[in-house]
């Protein structure tokens, strides 16, 4: 009534009974319900918002922005994320096989616990730390839990063995293979240290008698010819000093005779044979200091200059003229371009990279790796057969064949493989502790 007044509204009009009757009843508002196409009070129709959150699942919250937005759909982030915490959690049942792991929700700084069911391969918990005692009460609300997979650490074991003490603990497969593959990288640190030693000396004795070739032979064509003139004149010489002592004559009368001195008609006699003159090798001022000349060039020095400037500090009092020739003519040619064209040849990669190698699939190698896996088959037969063992060991895992763990086993402690048995050992260790092989089978 007062907001008829309010407005003006004139009782007496035709149209006063029924604003009246409108104006008693509550409020109403009339809109059809379409449940198959949006929920009421959404602004989003339901297949978007299943669109969203299967894009969430599938990716995360910045990769599902940019994948839907390939698919013509604007989205954000925190869009993706509202979505996804908006499911309702799945029922849960009664957890046989546990694992349990560690995550960061900082890098470096924060971390928490993953629970995850073994036999849905679902996460079933986050806890907010990583803790012992977290973990051992969260254990104890499961009391048909069979087997704990862990890692390597000795908070969850002692978790396990606090909150879920009929369970059995077993290493998990990534811990297993991380385990095997920090052995063989040790293995292999040794041998690619041996074999980086011997390709050093080996480069080191095949480039050292090149320039001492190289030193002796700098003769010019003129100067041999007249070396060998030269020779065959005392040739004639000696022939004829012995044709006139088997005649008797005394060695003053030789020396008279033939014109060359009584001492060397005395020690070619005394000789027996021919003495070969040795070839003289011409010195320099710079020959003193070849040896350091020729180990900077080696260092990767090949600024002539430079080279000369500290040769020069050393005390060289020779031209700068000089080194150059010197090294023109006594490094091999294009040695410069010899040495960068070796560096670029490729190497024996590091013990990290080549253990990964022999732990990946054969099968899902690069060419260029499988060539680099050949290399390194060949440089020890210790690596050849670590590369069958930890092969098997990886087929074992990837099979869930456990009854041949212990062959396994067997085989590796009869190998001279000091790494690798370590790793047995622990095997061996933890089957004494009740740690079967299931480790291998189930997970």
């Known amino acids: ?221 003129t100067l041999e010819r007249l070396q060998h003139s030269r020779r065959e004149e005392r040739l004639a010489h000696y022939e004829q000093v012995i044709a006139l002592r088997k005649q008797g004559m005394s060695h003053a009368a030789i020396a008279r005779q033939v014109g060359i001195g009584a001492s060397t008609v005395q020690s070619w006699l005394a000789a027996g044979t021919f003495p070969e003159r040795k070839p003289r090798e011409q010195s320099s001022q710079l020959d003193r200091y070849l040896p350091s000349l020729f180990q900077r060039w080696e260092d990767g020095c090949h600024n002539i200059a430079c080279l000369f400037r500290e040769l020069v500090a050393q005390g060289y009092k020779g031209s700068y003229e000089s080194v150059r020739d010197n090294l023109v003519r006594l490094l091999p040619t294009g040695r410069k371009n010899a040495a960068d064209s070796s560096s670029k040849a490729p190497a024996l990669p590091p013990s990290r990279q080549a253990a990964f190698l022999l732990l990946h699939r054969p099968e899902e190698l690069r060419v260029e790796e499988q060539e680099t896996l050949v290399k390194l088959c060949q440089i020890h037969p210790a690596v050849d057969l670590a590369y069958d063992l930890v092969q098997q060991f990886a087929q074992m895992l990837r099979t869930r064949t456990g009854e041949h763990l212990d062959a396994w086993l067997t085989r590796v402690e009869s190998s001279n493989l000091p790494e690798l048995q370590s790793t047995a050992r622990w095997h061996r260790e933890r089957q004494r502790r009740g740690e079967s092989r299931s480790h291998l089978v189930d997970q």
């Open 1 to 221: 009534m007062r907001l008829a007044q309010d407005v003006g509204f004139n009782w007496c009009s035709p149209f006063a009974n029924s604003t009246a009757a409108i104006l008693d009843f509550p409020r109403r508002v009339f809109a059809e319900r379409l449940p198959a196409f949006v929920e009421p009070w959404a602004r989003t129709t339901i297949r978007h918002c299943e669109q969203i959150t299967a894009i969430g699942l599938a990716t995360c919250g910045k990769g599902g922005t940019r994948l839907a937005a390939r698919l013509g759909i604007h989205t954000t982030r925190q869009t993706i994320l509202r979505r996804i915490m908006a499911l309702p959690d799945l029922p849960t049942a009664s957890i046989l096989y546990l694992g349990i792991d560690d995550f960061a929700f900082r890098r470096g700084c924060q971390f928490g616990t993953i629970l995850i069911d073994l036999e849905s391969s679902r996460v079933v918990d986050l806890l907010p730390d990583r803790e012992a005692e977290t973990s051992a009460a969260w254990m104890r609300q499961q009391p048909d839990l069979m087997a704990v997979s862990r890692d390597r650490g000795g908070a969850y074991a002692s978790a396990a063995a606090q909150g879920a003490p009929q369970a059995m603990q077993c290493a998990d497969r990534f811990h297993l293979m991380k385990n095997l593959g920090e052995a063989l990288e040790g293995l292999l640190a040794h041998h690619l240290a041996a074999e980086c030693k011997r390709q050093t000396q080996a480069t080191r004795d095949s480039r050292a008698p090149v320039w001492q070739s190289k030193r002796a032979t700098r003769i010019s064509p």
